[in-house]
């Protein structure tokens, strides 16, 4: 039986695996994205205000990409997201409903063969997925004056959890920030936009393709065995999520209202440096992605899309696909690489 995980950063993929081996010229476009614990004093954490975009919300406008009688259309998401908007886009239906195939995000997808009881047997090595191989805490493994602010921030949005205080700090990073996440009336992407593409590509009846890179792993459990012998340097990413924690929260209510009201001006004008890419170098650069030949993982998963979008364009007249926004902002980002590809764009 063959389960397949996706993930957006390879922290989650490779890690994540494991369980689920267990288990497995721009124009508006329009169709109808060491020092003691005490020296350094935390910077102070100041809960927001609730977030104010509530209710349907149209999010932003689609980039539309067309070469001769092909066009594109690409969404750009962002994460987080308010908590409790409902996103509603005709523009979005519209433009699937013109398609003839969906592209889904890209991505990292981790294949194994693997049965019932195959994962079954796995179960016993997931407990120990999290934890330091050598049982070691946080205290012991960060610096002092990091763990102090980790303290600060681990108490206001997670409690008195001792258990988090033995798990590797790039899984401590993501309990943290997820948790921070909803007490700020804020949640990751997948939950309200995912619902609405999935509807919408049912009732257009075209087929989803996928995009992600594949690492195919022969033997699950020997590699969930290596994993849980290997040492992470994956102190930077906790260190990222807890400055992203401390200093960005703000602007991620803002970012994420603009993204909501489809403010495409306020997201561009505004900074986005988030920690992935700290957390995602912590596994790409270890010993243990070395010995399985993982490396290059984001310019692997970049040519995937860039591949899976020149195939569906050769094989249909209208293509809808979904990306960061991020990724369509930047000046050196997908809009510049496809225009060099002979696309025209008119963007949002």
């Known amino acids: 039986m ?130 330091n191989p050598d049982g070691a805490t946080l205290e012991q493994r960060l610096p002092p004056e990091l763990y102090a602010r980790w303290s600060v921030l681990k108490a206001k949005y997670i409690g008195g959890d001792r258990a988090i205080e033995r798990w590797r700090p790039v899984f401590a990073a993501s309990e943290l920030y997820q948790a921070a996440l909803k007490k700020n009336g804020l949640v990751e992407t997948g939950g309200i936009i995912g619902p609405v593409l999935e509807n919408a590509v049912k009732s257009a009846g075209i087929a989803k393709q996928p995009t992600t890179f594949t690492i195919k792993v022969d033997d699950p459990k020997a590699t969930l065995k290596a994993f849980n012998a290997s040492s992470l340097d994956d102190v930077a990413c906790l260190r990222k999520t807890l400055e992203r924690l401390e200093t960005d929260l703000a602007v991620m209510r803002t970012r994420a209202n603009a993204w909501a009201t489809g403010d495409i001006d306020t997201l561009r004008a505004l900074p986005y440096d988030d920690q992935n890419l700290a957390c995602l170098s912590a596994l790409t650069e270890s010993g243990f992605s070395q010995r399985m030949g993982i490396a290059n993982i984001q310019e692997k998963i970049a040519e995937r899309w860039y591949r899976s979008v020149d195939e569906a364009v050769r094989d249909h007249r209208v293509v809808f696909a979904v990306l960061p926004i991020t990724q369509l902002l930047k000046p050196d980002g997908v809009v510049a690489k496809l225009q060099a590809k002979g696309y025209e764009v008119e963007a949002p």
């Open 2 to 131: 063959q389960r397949t995980l996706r993930a957006s950063v390879l922290i989650a993929a490779l890690a994540v695996a494991a369980s689920a081996h267990a288990a497995t010229t721009t124009t508006t476009a329009s169709p109808s994205d060491t020092v003691t614990a005490n020296a350094i004093a935390p910077t102070p954490i100041v809960d927001m205000d609730a977030v104010v975009v509530t209710g349907a919300q149209p999010g932003p406008g689609l980039w539309k990409f067309h070469k001769g009688d092909r066009t594109l259309w690409v969404l750009g998401t962002l994460s987080p997201l308010p908590q409790r908007m409902t996103w509603v886009s005709r523009d979005v239906d519209a433009a699937i409903a013109q398609s003839g195939i969906a592209l889904q995000p890209p991505g990292l997808s981790v294949n194994a063969d693997i049965g019932l009881f195959g994962r079954l047997s796995l179960i016993p090595s997931l407990f120990k997925l999290r934890k």
